[in-house]
């Protein structure tokens, strides 16, 4: 009997973090095409660094702006919006590394680097946060089944990207640039549960990490020569609707970073290349429909799994 109320609590909590967790890598899946169409509407070439770091910009300055509107109207009287002399620091800091520097070194080096291998290098990153956070938190201990189930997520992603066309050469320039963007997000679910602590909510921090983060993006892409057509009507519809969708992911994200270990949410990452290329098939028309994917997505989903039924998460 016991058994069973404890399988069935175990259930409910994986479900708690499962639910909402794919919900997030599912909307930011989106952005993969939802970016690719915003540079075609604003006519932003592939080398037009300024442009796209401007676009980044205002993407997520507009949703740390409706990340606020949420919070001013769902507020409780216990629950601040407005940052404090003492949260300053710690939530630039978070902005610093969750959007200012993730996507200042992505757009830097994705010019170069495919799809598939970005997707790859995603998915390392997920991989890396649940192997460092044992270093940074007591309960997030780190054991072989966590290990093995980052493995197995990660081989899903592997399996994906050779068949779309292998890895290919290796640059520092391209490659190592996007590596360590997707690394600076890892350091950046690592702060967030550093910070969620002396009454800072979800809101709070999300809204002002991406107003910050955001605002020094805007800063290099209009001293790069960055410009956005004001008549480029569906472009600002696209950008309004990634704004909007990074904020409302970023919003729930925070929240479950701030209740539950790292590696148990950042695994779900792996989910994020996934989504991807099934937004792409169904928006930008791509072939999705190969064996591949579907192991992918098998070998992904058992990954998260195990790294989530782990003892050690417990």
Do not use: H
Not at 109 to 124: E, P
Not at 198 to 209: F, K, N, T
Not at 244 to 254: H, L, N, S
């Amino acid at each position: 009997m016991l058994s069973l109320e404890k399988s069935k609590k175990n259930s409910l909590s994986f479900l708690s973090i499962a639910v909402p967790a794919v919900f997030c890598t599912m909307l930011w899946g989106t952005a993969f095409p939802g970016i690719k169409t915003g540079y075609e509407l604003f006519d932003i070439g592939k080398d037009d660094i300024g442009s796209k770091l401007l676009f980044a910009g205002l993407r997520f300055f507009i949703a740390g702006i409706i990340v606020l509107i949420i919070g001013a109207l769902k507020r409780r009287n216990d629950e601040r919006i407005i940052p404090l002399k003492k949260d300053i620091l710690p939530i630039s800091v978070l902005g610093f590394f969750q959007t200012f520097l993730q996507y200042f070194l992505l757009y830097l080096g994705i010019s170069t680097v495919s799809g598939t291998k970005s997707s790859l290098y995603t998915s390392a990153a997920a991989f890396a946060t649940v192997l460092i956070s044992p270093l940074f938190f007591r309960k997030d201990s780190l054991g072989v089944q966590k290990i093995v189930g980052c493995m197995i997520g990660v081989g899903g992603i592997i399996v994906m990207s050779v068949y779309d066309g292998g890895l290919g050469g290796f640059t520092l320039s391209g490659d190592g640039l996007v590596i360590l963007s997707n690394l600076s997000g890892a350091a950046g679910n690592i702060i967030s549960k550093k910070i969620s602590t002396d009454g800072r909510s979800a809101i709070l921090i999300s809204s002002w990490q991406l107003i910050s983060g955001g605002s020094g993006l805007i800063i290099c892409g209009i001293i790069s020569g960055g410009n956005l057509s004001v008549y480029a009507f569906r472009g600002w519809l696209v950008l309004l609707y990634l704004a909007a969708m990074a904020g409302i992911a970023f919003m729930i994200w925070t929240e479950l970073l701030r209740k539950n270990p790292v590696s148990r949410v950042a695994v779900f990452n792996l989910l994020i290349p996934v989504f991807g290329t099934i937004w792409s098939g169904i928006f930008l028309k791509e072939d999705i429909l190969r064996l591949s994917n579907l192991a992918a997505l098998v070998l992904v989903c058992s990954g998260i799994f195990l790294v989530n039924k782990s003892k050690e998460s417990e």
